[in-house]
């Protein structure tokens, strides 16, 4: 059996193509790590975490580099290791920045399963490599009503056929004014998703989601709180308009707590936070379960083949973050992610472009 021979990890400062302007702050430079596992049979397998701000970038990578002590010399054996990391961190918790780590580390391993087996990731879980239907998630941030109208139509190349815009301004009339201009702008038919970002409380989101539900959008993200299931459930069972969360979930055990709430119609784990691969699976079979229609939140890239083997799929969330950094990024077309029939997940880095961006 094939053993880890390396781990090893990079931090970049990545500038963004539309800025992203959300209630709960700005993001104009994508801070991510970079993470490569070698094998004994020379596979190296990839993956990234989004670090949210530059400040948890160092810190990050050393975690990191310390947990490769516990990785190399080890069977490329993903489930076993996954179980180990989880028994040493039990202590400190799998949240926060450990968590994210395991993810990352766990996202790699398959990578790399994969690529030894010659097979893009999905084939190797048992799915089939197949479009996925996304939406796009780059920009419409909190804006105003003229410049998220403008950038809606931009966010149509690529065939999109569904978009993100962000909500949470000062005031429900700036919410209503938004959505109504992004609504004039685009073709009919088109599918449009809100984000709050976590910005109101549960009685202020029943008001705002109330006066929203004439657009017949198609979720709500985060209203509240995202740990507040008890909120969560209170505004999902008020209104008509699904609620989703899940981007915040750590790990599948809190998913099935926030499931067990009834904290919301939709679910959307992020797969830094869900616990790579391994824990998506897991969270997958929760969803199915439970029989909610399961969306990504970020890395599409790896996503989208963890889609091929959702059962309850639903949208993939695009991104081009990472595009800067990969020699090949994900290829939309009308609307639909295509994954490429290659081993692995289809993460190989732009290596001057790495050097470009370091942090």
């Not at 599948?252 to 391994?278: N, Q």
Request: net charge negative.
């Amino acid at each position: 059996m094939q053993t880890i021979t390396s781990l090893k990890s990079r931090a970049v400062f990545v500038p963004m193509t539309r800025p992203l302007h959300t209630a709960t702050g700005t993001i104009t430079k994508v801070p991510l790590v970079l993470i490569d596992l070698a094998t004994s049979a020379g596979a190296i397998g990839r993956s990234y975490l989004f670090c949210i701000t530059p400040l948890a970038l160092k810190a990050q990578v050393a975690l990191l580099d310390d947990m490769a002590s516990l990785v190399v010399g080890q069977p490329l054996v993903p489930f076993d290791i996954e179980q180990m990391l989880a028994k040493r961190f039990t202590l400190l918790g799998a949240t926060g920045l450990v968590g994210m780590a395991i993810s990352g580390i766990d996202a790699a391993l398959w990578d790399a399963k994969a690529i030894e087996a010659n097979l893009p990731l999905a084939r190797l879980l048992g799915g089939a490599v197949r479009p996925v239907k996304a939406y796009n998630s780059c920009g419409l941030g909190l804006m105003g009503p003229d410049k998220v109208a403008r950038e809606a139509l931009e966010l149509l190349q690529g065939g999109f056929s569904a978009m993100k815009l962000r909500l949470g301004y000062a005031t429900l009339d700036e919410d209503l004014a938004a959505v109504r201009a992004v609504k004039a702008a685009l073709p009919a038919g088109i599918v449009l998703m809100t984000d709050y970002n976590q910005a109101l409380d549960p009685t202020e989101a029943i008001r705002r989601g109330h006066a929203l539900e004439e657009f017949g959008l198609a979720w709500i993200e985060e209203p509240v709180r995202a740990d507040d299931h008890a909120g969560n459930a209170r505004v999902a069972a008020a209104l008509k308009t699904p609620v989703q969360i899940g981007e915040n979930y750590w790990g599948p055990r809190d998913m099935a707590r926030a499931v067990a709430a009834g904290a919301s119609d939709y679910v959307m784990p992020d797969l830094e936070r869900i616990g790579g691969v391994s824990g998506w699976l897991r969270a997958a079979a929760i969803a199915d379960a439970a029989a909610l229609p399961m969306s990504t939140h970020l890395f599409p890239e790896a996503s989208a083949h963890l889609m091929c083997v959702t059962p309850t799929a639903h949208w993939l969330e695009y991104v081009d973050w990472a595009n800067p950094v990969l020699q090949a990024p994900l290829e939309i077309r009308d609307g639909h992610a295509m994954i490429r029939d290659a081993p692995g997940s289809g993460l190989v880095w732009d290596e001057t472009r790495v050097k470009q961006y370091a942090y």
